[in-house]
């Protein structure tokens, strides 16, 4: 029955340790900001499977409390950091973080552009019906974002005039 659970086992410490990380995650996040666990930036997904890793040597390993706090505050402190220098110097952005890349300009399927996201028509066509698109003539664009999240730009009706404002699109790239 060991398997199950032993007497040994820290239980009583897992538990007080998981409220501990909890209260210190959510301390740090009100002083840092909710960007530290935004999904923007290949950097933004690494910190999130960092502080997970952290999370969970915390309470499973002999990784005390107080280092596993003290690495999640370091690691959010990084990530104000990252924050303040991307604001001054922006050519921070491109080197730790994708650029969005255009799959469909208007009713044209990009298929090169699919081929270099590794993304299927299927998947594509997928995201289309999610975003409720009854026409291929609805589509302005669809996006691949830098999240690796897929953004569909479309009208609600063939009948709908609104065009498609320039300043969405900007910073897309259109190939690969």
């Given amino acids: 029955m060991d398997w199950i659970y032993s007497l040994n086992d820290p239980l009583w410490e897992t538990i007080v340790g998981s409220l501990i990380l909890f209260v210190v995650i959510?301390?740090?996040?009100?002083?840092?900001?909710?960007?530290?666990?935004?999904?923007?930036?290949?950097?933004?997904?690494?910190?999130?499977?960092a502080i997970g890793s952290i999370i969970s040597s915390t309470l499973t390993s002999s990784t005390s409390v107080t280092h596993g706090s003290v690495a999640i505050a370091g690691l959010l402190f990084l990530t104000y950091i990252f924050s303040t220098l991307q604001k001054k110097f922006p050519s921070i952005n491109t080197l730790i973080s994708n650029k969005p890349l255009l799959l469909m300009k208007g009713q044209i399927i990009l298929?090169?552009?699919?081929?270099?996201?590794?993304?299927?028509?299927?998947?594509?066509?997928?995201?289309?019906?999610?975003?409720?698109?009854?026409?291929?003539?609805?589509?302005?664009?669809?996006?691949?974002?830098?999240?690796?999240?897929?953004?569909?730009?479309?009208?609600?009706?063939?009948?709908?005039d609104t065009n498609l404002s320039a300043e969405l699109l900007k910073g897309v790239r259109e190939t690969p």
């Fill in 26 to 49: 959510i301390l740090l996040t009100r002083i840092i900001g909710l960007r530290s666990f935004a999904k923007f930036t290949a950097y933004d997904f690494a910190f999130t499977i």
């Fill in 111 to 160: 298929h090169d552009n699919l081929k270099h996201a590794r993304i299927e028509k299927s998947q594509l066509i997928a995201k289309l019906r999610e975003a409720n698109v009854l026409d291929f003539k609805q589509i302005e664009a669809v996006v691949l974002e830098s999240t690796g999240d897929i953004s569909v730009l479309h009208k609600s009706s063939e009948s709908d």
